[in-house]
């Protein structure tokens, strides 16, 4: 019995140095994965290393391992690329996408390794362990939906200088396959650009929406982004210069054409919404994170009545959740010059996954919209 009490205490004493070697390996755990988004958000937000190497230390300090503050030093926090494709961290790589945090408690770390209760009987007083968490940008596939409606004349070009910092934005991180499209809308929708790749194709999205950078009330504005072909300025619009005349940008889809459902005009939301959903399901190539970013200053209409009407909103609604079972986040901006509460509500339920709902009364507020969105890069945990 004294025998077997002594075997049963031995193995109860290593049962119990073994769970405190795991729960400091948990507790380590922790403290990577919090330092690497701690680290991730501020490189995002500051693009500052030094910085985000800080604030990665304060935030392991924070936690405890053993009963001990986690302590890092500075090379135990590296910027690097994650290759998604690989599942590998490059530390160091010209493109950085990620961060690597390792936390240790070996001979020669700051904290030293974990003592044990019952390991020194056996000649084993300590165990050593590490922990490794890494975070990264995904690379995104963004598809931009805008109304070219007749009634967007006094915003679009505020929207087109907005989107073309949008592009600028996105190129600046230098983020391995972030790609960026644009499809217009009215009765039904046109490809502009499909996906392309941001970083190195950037001065041709810019030539392909800014066109010769005319405003799209110049009656000599022949290419560019602009409302649909035929537009009319009128002289309560600003721009035009107090007189009436007609716009024609003839490379525009037509704003009189057929819908989805075989109904003549009007505003149908929702083609644009389906034309930005198929272009991200079909170019999927890097399973990268997917957004439609929708931007409209209306709610269907439909010359054939408020069932038609009533229809489209549905069909609207109807493409934003296609969309979401794809694993497509659709953010959208109302300008809402009126301060409609129905088309607040409208534009609100077309929002699906990280998206989120943005409204203004003026388009000069688009340009800080569209770069909020783009800065709200999501960050996994990968490692």
Not at 33 to 48: I, K, M, P, Q, Y
Not at 93 to 107: D, I
Not at 357 to 370: F, G, Q
Request: aromatic share 8%; with cysteine; hydrophobic share 40%.
């Amino acid at each position: 019995m004294v025998l077997t009490l002594l075997i049963l205490l031995t193995f109860a004493g290593l049962a119990i140095d073994w769970t405190y070697v795991r729960t400091s390996e948990f507790e380590l755990k922790n403290a990577t994965d919090a330092a690497a988004h701690a680290a991730l958000v501020e490189l995002r937000r500051s693009g500052d290393q030094g910085r985000a190497r800080t604030l990665a230390k304060e935030l392991a300090e924070l936690n405890t391992a053993a009963g001990v503050p986690v302590h890092l030093s500075d090379d135990a926090v590296e910027f690097g690329e994650w290759d998604y494709e690989t599942g590998t961290f490059i530390a160091g790589s010209a493109v950085q996408n990620g961060v690597r945090v390792t936390a240790e408690r070996t001979e020669g770390s700051n904290d030293g390794p974990i003592s044990l209760f019952i390991g020194p009987l056996f000649g084993h007083s300590a165990s050593a362990v590490a922990e490794t968490a890494v975070g990264a940008y995904r690379s995104r596939d963004i598809m931009v939906s805008i109304d070219i409606s007749t009634s967007m004349i006094e915003e679009m070009d505020d929207a087109v200088k907005a989107l073309v910092q949008f592009a600028s934005s996105m190129q600046s991180r230098s983020l391995p396959n972030d790609r960026v499209g644009l499809n217009v809308f009215k009765t039904s929708a046109t490809t502009i650009s499909s996906l392309t790749d941001v970083d190195s194709n950037i001065s041709a999205l810019k030539t392909a929406w800014q066109g010769d950078g005319k405003s799209n009330r110049d009656k000599t504005k022949s290419t560019g982004v602009t409302n649909c072909y035929i537009t009319y300025c009128k002289k309560a619009i600003a721009g035009c210069g107090g007189k009436d005349y007609q716009l024609k940008g003839s490379w525009m889809p037509k704003c009189e054409s057929w819908g989805h459902d075989g109904n003549w005009s009007g505003s149908n939301q929702g083609s644009g919404l389906l034309a930005a959903s198929q272009t991200l399901t079909s170019n999927d190539t890097y399973h990268n994170t997917q957004a439609i970013i929708f931007i409209s200053d209306g709610r269907p209409t439909c010359p054939a009545g408020s069932a038609c009407v009533k229809a489209r909103t549905q069909y609207a609604i109807d493409m934003a959740n296609a969309a979401w079972n794809e694993g497509i986040n659709v953010f959208t901006i109302s300008l809402n010059a009126t301060s409609s509460p129905t088309q607040t509500a409208f534009m609100a339920s077309l929002v699906r996954g990280y998206g989120k709902a943005y409204e203004t009364t003026t388009s000069k507020d688009l340009e800080e919209m569209l770069l909020d969105i783009e800065s709200n890069i999501p960050i996994a945990l990968v490692e």
